[in-house]
């Protein structure tokens, strides 16, 4: 169904009947698909269909839950321009936790990315870690298990995101009407086993923007990334889409330099030179996070590839 394996498969079915471990970790690396599992889990504790071994994904449950409106489902992430998720987003959590279902089966809070809970934040959680409540459940997702406390650690049930096989992620894709491809960037992107990631850049936009960044971060010139970056980022409408658009833009960059890192022969000045702008990427995501302008991020990143390169 998934291709998360029988383990998994067993998770959704128990979730489906409510008998879900109350607070259960998803791990796995960025781009693996936990987001996307965090919400085959939420559906399949709120659908409202009879029986079943998973969400029917049609009720009117499912479909809030798809589109995060249910309100039995509160989802906490970082806000746009801070670092972590404020304590207090936390604290509102333990006192809506207390209530009884609004209109569902249960109450499913849902923090992702749970490491970006600050020490004081996962202190905050503990209390309602502590105290579970009948038909209550906290699905949190993390890149890994270490990056929490070990008192949160020891009071949650840690699941594995198994990254999917390549044809299975190119069989979905053509089910999406998405020919994955053959050469060197669909490759790195479907290495990844992230059906999401891959949905997200084998798309014929997505590959037309690889294909110009592969061509500039061959042969760099500070001229013309303004001229691209501005080209990409003026596509979108409003700040949020803009964003969204930056980080693309900085996902394609690391697919091309880490498949461009793993396939080199080249000599080591260049190597640094590609390890450089890996780290500018990085630099960039973290920009973005901090509310500086995408264009701003972006043009930092590659005038600076032009000069790295240069050189
Ligand atoms: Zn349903």
Redesign the pocket.
């Known amino acids: 169904m998934f291709g998360q394996g029988e383990d998994f498969a067993r998770l959704v079915a128990q979730a489906r009947a409510l008998r879900a471990p109350h607070a259960l970790l998803l791990v796995g690396g960025q781009g693996r698909g936990k987001s996307h599992a965090l919400a085959v889990l939420a ?1 399949a504790l ?4 009879p029986g079943g071994e998973a ?5 009117a ?2 479909r809030k839950v798809a589109q995060d409106g249910h309100p039995d489902l509160h989802s906490v992430g970082v806000p746009e321009g801070k670092k972590d998720i404020p304590v207090e987003e936390v604290r509102a959590l333990e006192s809506v936790l207390r209530l009884a279902p609004a209109e569902g089966r249960a109450r499913v809070a849902r923090i992702d990315p749970a490491d970006r809970l600050n020490e004081e934040g996962q202190n905050a959680l503990l209390k309602t870690l502590e105290e579970p409540r009948a038909n209550t459940f906290l699905l949190l997702a993390a890149r890994s298990a270490e990056t929490l406390l070990a008192t949160v650690r020891s009071r949650v049930q840690v699941v594995e995101v198994l990254p999917l096989r390549e044809d299975q992620v190119r069989m979905r894709l053509r089910a999406a009407g998405i020919e994955a491809g053959d050469d060197e960037f669909a490759a790195a992107v479907l290495a990844r086993g992230s059906l999401g990631l891959a949905l997200d850049l084998l798309n014929p936009p997505a590959r037309a923007l690889a294909g110009e960044l592969a061509t500039f971060l061959a042969e760099p010139g500070s001229a013309g990334a303004l001229g691209l970056v501005r080209a990409w980022l003026g596509g979108g409408e409003g700040r949020r889409e803009v964003v969204q658009r930056a980080h693309l833009v900085l996902t394609v960059v690391r697919v091309l330099l880490e498949a461009r890192l793993e396939s080199s022969v080249e000599e080591p000045a260049a190597r640094d030179a590609w390890i450089a702008l890996a780290e500018g990427a990085l630099q960039a995501e973290r920009d973005l996070e901090l509310g500086i302008a995408p264009e701003v991020a972006l043009l930092e990143l590659f005038t600076g590839a032009a000069g790295v390169t240069r050189g």
Do not use: S
Not at 46 to 49: G, I, N, R, V
């Open positions: 559906q709120l659908c409202e269909a969400a029917c994904g049609t009720c449950a499912c």
